[in-house]
């Protein structure tokens, strides 16, 4: 059974409200790349996807939820939108960060290296195949091969924090509904 209502106690207790921005800012438990997270059902999962699921719907399958505030610990449903990674590819490029990428290794919508390493740092982190597939929009398989060694072989963890986040979303106007 899921523990929904206590996990919204539970980060409620844990989160300042904005009144400037209406920003809902969870503050206990922040990633790397700047995501408030929680644990739910014994999974750690990011506040600002579980807050949309319980508010505002389901999330499609490899469909990431974006905010518009810009501000990523914030949960706010209402701050959040869904982007495809189309969005969150021409976004990327638009705003430069195709940089991270060294030439000639493939921009597509699989897998890039920046992903592939941000996945391995948190898998070591312990999250698990399931929302590591949804957030990145390939099939748990895939994380299970990166996990076991299979694909991505020649990759190893980065020692430090120095993972650049390889998910972006949107500019709001792209693709903001309007509510
Ligand atoms: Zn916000």
Not at 25 to 41: A, E, K, W
Request: hydrophobic letters at 30%; glycine letters at 8%.
């Amino acid at each position: 059974m899921s523990d929904i209502l206590n996990w919204i106690e539970r980060a409620m207790v844990r989160t300042e409200i904005d009144r400037s921005s209406g920003c809902w800012l969870y503050n206990y438990d922040i990633s790397h790349n700047g995501y408030g997270r929680l644990d739910v059902d014994g999974k750690r999962v990011r506040i600002h996807r579980l807050s949309y699921g319980a508010f505002k719907g389901e999330i499609p399958e490899g469909v990431l939820v974006c905010h518009r505030c810009d501000v990523r610990n914030c949960w706010n449903p209402n701050h959040l939108f869904l982007g495809t990674p189309q969005d969150n590819f021409d976004d990327m490029v638009s705003k430069g960060r195709n940089i991270l990428y060294t030439p000639g290794s493939p921009i597509s919508p699989k897998l890039t290296e920046p992903q592939v390493l941000e996945i391995l740092s948190r898998i070591a982190s312990g999250e698990d195949n399931k929302s590591l597939a949804e957030e990145f929009g390939v099939a748990g398989s895939s994380i299970s091969k990166i996990r076991k060694g299979k694909t991505w072989k020649k990759l190893t963890v980065p020692s430090s924090g120095q993972v650049m986040s390889a998910e972006a979303c949107p500019p709001p106007h792209v693709s903001a509904p309007s509510i």
